[in-house]
């Protein structure tokens, strides 16, 4: 019987994405791993689930883990169907990424890695979700490692509070160019969107969503936002609870 802690892995471009397979290799040294994660790509799904048809799993050996699955559903479906399905006991930690580009700032809400993270943290345990600041198809994410093991080290040994994960994002930038972490807020921003309309072969109309993001706070120095551009990796606190708890005071009128 190990005595190892148990990792789950997963993520949201799918189980057979560069990202996942750097951070499963990175994982091996701190436990025992299990992979669940989606048989195709899934990114931008945020905390769906999926309650309209059925899910199936099929067991795969690409990560060479303890037990792996590829999940025809959501990474949040993923994170559900290990804790109350697959394994015995809930996990140590949940790890999910790395994902091909960034989830700061905004994009946290559209996000299925960090939802999967966010998912880890309503089940009570230690959850981060990481991403790489790199849309290219030749993104190294390689250079992600020492940071991305100094982060599991640490909550490892400290622990995390319940309800809450970590959202990490590192900046494209080789690792020797990285000045450290950063422990910051959310930074405000959001996308300014648009429908690209376009014609089929058949003459039909379609539409492309686009837009481009916009950072309503680009002179704040303890955002992500900033500190991914001075070169950082961000790591920012993030929890399920939308609640804007400084209205609470403000609204008293309702009950009156």
Same mark, same amino acid.
Request: proline share 5%; with cysteine; hydrophobic share 35%.
């Given at each position: 019987m ?9 993520? $949201?471009?799918? #189980?057979?994405?560069?990202g ?11 436990? $025992? ?5 989606? &048989? /195709? ?43 109350n399905? #697959? ?26 890695t ?15 979700? =990481?991403?790489?600041? @790199?849309?290219?198809?030749?993104? &190294? =994410?390689? !250079?992600?490692?020492p940071?991305?093991? !100094? ?6 040994? /400290?622990?995390?509070?319940?309800? %809450?994960?970590?959202? %990490?994002?590192?900046?494209?930038l080789?690792?020797d160019? #990285?000045?450290?972490?950063?422990? %910051? ?9 648009? =429908?690209?309309?376009? /014609?089929?072969?058949?003459?039909r ?7 481009? =993001? ?9 955002? $992500? ?13 993030? !929890?399920? $609870? ?7 005071? @403000? ?6």
């Open positions: 190990s005595t190892r802690p148990t990792i789950l892995v997963t993520n $949201d471009d799918g #189980i057979y994405s560069p996942i397979k750097c951070l499963t290799n990175i994982a091996k040294k701190y436990g $025992d791993l299990i992979v669940v994660a989606p &048989d /195709k790509p899934q990114s931008g799904m945020g905390h769906a689930i999926t309650i309209n048809s059925t899910l199936r799993i099929q067991k795969t050996s690409y990560h060479h883990a303890l037990m792996e699955y590829a999940c025809s559903g959501t990474p949040v479906d993923c994170v559900k169907m290990a804790v399905h #697959i394994l015995k006991k809930r996990p140590d930690l949940i790890l999910s990424g790395i994902n091909h580009g960034s989830n700061s700032s905004i994009n946290v809400i559209y996000s299925g960090m939802s999967a993270a966010i998912e880890g943290a309503l089940e009570g345990t230690p959850s981060i979700g =990481f991403s790489l600041c @790199d849309y290219s198809m030749e993104a &190294d =994410f390689t !250079q992600t490692e940071f991305v093991s !100094q982060i599991i080290e640490q909550v490892m040994r /400290k622990g995390m509070p319940k309800g %809450v994960c970590l959202n %990490v994002n590192l900046p494209k080789k690792a160019e #990285i000045k450290g972490i950063k422990l %910051v807020r959310q930074s405000k921003a959001n996308w300014v969107e648009r =429908f690209e309309e376009r /014609k089929d072969p058949y003459g109309d379609y539409y492309w969503l686009t837009g481009e =993001f916009v950072n309503f706070e680009p002179e704040a120095r303890d955002t $992500d936002e900033w500190a991914l551009s001075e070169g950082y990796v961000s790591v920012v606190p993030t !929890q399920a $609870d939308l609640t804007a708890h400084k209205m609470l005071n @403000d609204l008293t009128y309702f009950e009156k």
